[in-house]
């Protein structure tokens, strides 16, 4: 298929495989954000073709892995009220919360229905006056110019039955998480492209300058992935820091600018809490006040239980990089995609959904 | 460290829709909830269809239900899936279907001329499996309790060789032959259902294979396998077939035909066509030496004119069993263009749309 096949060519991408085993001299460990790039890496058994010292470890980008507990308990609480009709990305619907996830609130009556797009939902409430729509507004800097849009639509059509639940993430306060702590084992980003290509890289500059590591803004076919590596260890052997963008054919330095002066009419910057990893300042987004008539949880105040904490759950463990998923005691056994104990082993995104997937190993049979 | 599970499990357990995608769920709430009451020699079988002794005959019997909405899609129609799907699962046993029941249940609503639009379906998907509709059955529900029009249809099979056809009979050395390109009946529905349009439409695979079948059988290929490849897809097909044959596959991704609409459409909702349905493709375990030879016989008939080998049975695992669910299993391994290898697992629930 064109403007895909080329970056999924075997030649090409052999051809990198092997300008990176050239390069690397000695072990290196380099984190990629997104779980779009975990999924591909596993997906095509990129690691297969890397020389065993570098080691590629997951991040934190996985829009379903950290959604925190209690926003889920929330999400659940309002689609049971008989007038909500309530719209999320599919993946959202499997994962767990307190008790039970979003199928179980539809199997057991809630109208939650999986949509494309948050415009869809916008056009829902036009369509059923009478009942309110609210839209599960979850994700990275990716999504949130979609969910920017549909509140911005919402008020221009002036609906009163629409309203968004949102636990949005910002992207750079975790890599600075990632950098401050003392244990870090991580030495160089592959950042998301996508997320860049809505916001720049330009606020990735003083990141890289203060940790020292490398950080290149890397797309998500496996020809992309692989530059990105090999554009990140020759920064690491040469013992250089600086930002680089693998993924000039969607990304430039200041980003997209409509797309941002959306995000920022519509949002604010605010402390989020993320699943498995705690609280992080700054790191998330808000409705700004002009668009409080369409924030669910104060149109709607569900009362929840307090959630079970994460504390013990080695999911934040698996996010900040420090452990594989076939770490876990519980992966492939008590814990599969069909039965998930944890957020990560839900979307194709989750590492362990990921690695459970495509690359347990092939050689031993782990039934 | 402690890494106990924070979360804790719903205690009661509502049947949700992952439990029909026919993957893992289905296969879990089968296992626990429905076999343990109806117990015999048959349904331990396993099958989609049982071969059942009459007299000094072999007969195959076969149902399935029809719930696709819309009713109307791209390349065919819940009537002709109906026979379709029936007149298969008998094929894929090596039975010459005969005869069909139809049992129809209908919403109160529904506009009459939309029943004989598919009745007429019906009845000329019917006349060109050479299949009779023989008996059936009406109820109406009321507005709100049905999707316009469900059908269900059994159906009775002839078995005239004495072949045995099944996962036990797939043997080491032998080649997976796969029928043409996946995934156009799932992408078909789903396009639809979303809104998408494409260039070149994504029209339903929907299609009879029984005269393929009997193809192959009348040229005296060897079949040891055949399964038609429905909800689940190609991959769990595969996973499933390696498990109950108690045998290692491995299949040659770059070697499935996938069109050019159906990987688009794919690409776009976030789907992996290895797991999305068909209804009228099949893979096929014959012996490598009989492979050239069933190629042959499968080219000339226009269900599977682009039938390709994607894969060979490897060993036995050390320590497995045929059809083993705790200990060690078959299993299918994909190799992809890079020449990295990865496990088909089932399809564990529905096929999600991922976020991006």
């Known amino acids: 298929m064109k403007y895909l096949d080329e970056y999924r060519q075997r030649s090409s991408i052999h051809k990198l495989a092997a300008q990176v085993n050239d390069t690397v001299t000695r072990p290196w460990t380099i984190m990629e954000v997104c779980g779009g790039q975990t999924h591909a890496i596993v997906k095509y058994g990129l690691q297969q073709l890397l020389p065993a010292q570098l080691q590629l470890v997951h991040g934190p980008g996985c829009p379903v892995c950290v959604t925190s507990l209690e926003i889920i308990d929330k999400a659940i609480a309002i689609a049971a009220r008989p007038e909500v009709v309530f719209c999320s990305f599919g993946d959202m619907l499997r994962v767990p919360g307190s008790n039970g996830d979003l199928q179980s609130a539809k199997a057991a009556g809630a109208d939650v229905r999986a949509v494309y797009s948050p415009l869809h939902a916008v056009r829902l409430a036009e369509e059923n006056p009478d009942r309110e729509v609210v839209f599960f507004a979850i994700g990275f800097e990716t999504t949130a110019p979609a969910n920017a849009m549909a509140a911005f639509l919402a008020r221009r059509k002036r609906l009163r039955n629409f309203s968004l ?91 997209n600018m409509p797309a941002r002066s959306m995000l920022e009419q519509v949002f604010e910057v605010a402390t989020q809490d993320w699943r498995g990893v ?66 990560p082993m839900v979307s194709t995104e989750g590492a362990c959904a990921a690695y459970h997937r495509y690359s347990r190993q092939v050689s031993t049979n782990e039934h | 460290m402690n890494i106990d599970c924070p979360i804790p499990l719903a205690t009661e357990e509502l049947v949700r829709l992952g439990h029909g995608s026919g993957g893992e769920m289905t296969q879990k709430l089968l296992r626990e909830h429905v076999f343990p009451h109806l117990d015999n020699e048959w349904i331990r079988q396993g099958h989609d269809s049982a071969t059942l002794p009459l007299g000094s005959e072999r007969v195959v019997f076969t149902t399935d239900s029809f719930v696709v909405s819309p009713l109307f899609f791209p390349g065919g129609d819940i009537g002709k899936l109906a026979v379709c799907g029936t007149v298969n699962d008998l094929a894929m046993s090596g039975a010459m279907p005969l005869y069909l029941s139809c049992s129809l249940i209908l919403e109160e609503g529904l506009p009459v001329k939309t029943l004989g639009r598919v009745m007429q379906s019906m009845a000329e998907t019917a006349a060109e499996a050479g299949v009779k509709l023989v008996t059936g059955d009406t109820k109406v529900v009321e507005r709100g309790r049905g999707d316009g029009l469900y059908i269900n249809t059994a159906g009775i099979g002839a078995l005239s060789h004495s072949l045995p056809v099944g996962p036990q009979q797939i043997q080491a050395g032998d080649l997976i032959l796969l029928s043409g390109d996946i995934g156009r009946h799932g992408m078909a529905i789903m396009a639809r259902r979303e809104g998408l349009e494409f260039d070149s439409p994504l029209h339903s695979d929907c299609a009879l294979l029984h005269g393929a079948i009997g193809a192959l059988l009348d040229a005296g290929i060897a079949v040891h396998c055949l399964r038609d490849l429905t909800r689940g897809g190609l991959a769990t097909a595969l996973a499933e077939l390696a498990e109950g044959a108690g045998k290692d596959f491995l299949v040659q991704e770059p070697e499935i035909p996938v069109s050019g609409p159906v990987q688009g459409a794919c690409e776009l909702l976030g789907l992996d066509p290895l797991y999305v349905a068909n209804e009228g493709r099949f893979i096929a375990f014959v012996p490598a030496h009989q492979a050239q030879h069933a190629l042959a016989v499968m080219a000339a ?56």
Do not use: W
């Open chain 1, 165 to 255: 639940l949102v636990s949005h993430f910002l992207v750079p306060p975790a890599i600075e998480s990632i950098g401050s702590a003392a244990d870090s084992r991580v030495q160089g980003f592959l950042a998301a492209g996508h997320v860049c290509a809505v916001m720049g890289y330009e606020e990735y500059l003083p990141l890289a300058s203060k940790f020292r590591f490398p950080i290149v803004v890397t797309g998500f076919e496996p020809l992309d992935i692989l530059e990105g590596i090999l554009m990140c260890v020759r920064q690491l052997e040469q013992g250089k820091h600086e930002v680089q963008n693998q993924y000039a054919r969607a990304v430039v330095r200041s980003g």
């Open chain 1, 278 to 343: 705690g609280s992080i300042g700054n790191s998330g987004l808000q409705l700004r006040s002009e668009f409080a008539e369409f924030d669910a949880l104060k149109k709607f105040r569900p009362v929840i239980a307090v959630p079970e904490t994460d504390s013990g759950c080695i999911s934040g463990q698996i996010m900040l990089g420090h452990n594989k998923p076939s770490d876990c005691p519980h992966f492939g056994r008590e814990c599969r995609p069909e039965h998930p104990l944890g957020a």
């Open chain 2, 301 to 356: 008939i226009r269900v599977s004119s682009d039938s390709k080998v994607i894969g060979v049975v490897g060993d036995t695992p050390p320590g497995s069993e045929p059809g083993s669910q705790t200990g060690v299993r078959g299993r299918a391994v994909l190799k992809n263009t890079l020449g990295c290898e990865r496990l088909l697992d089932r399809l564990p629930g529905e096929q999600l749309p991922r976020i991006c």
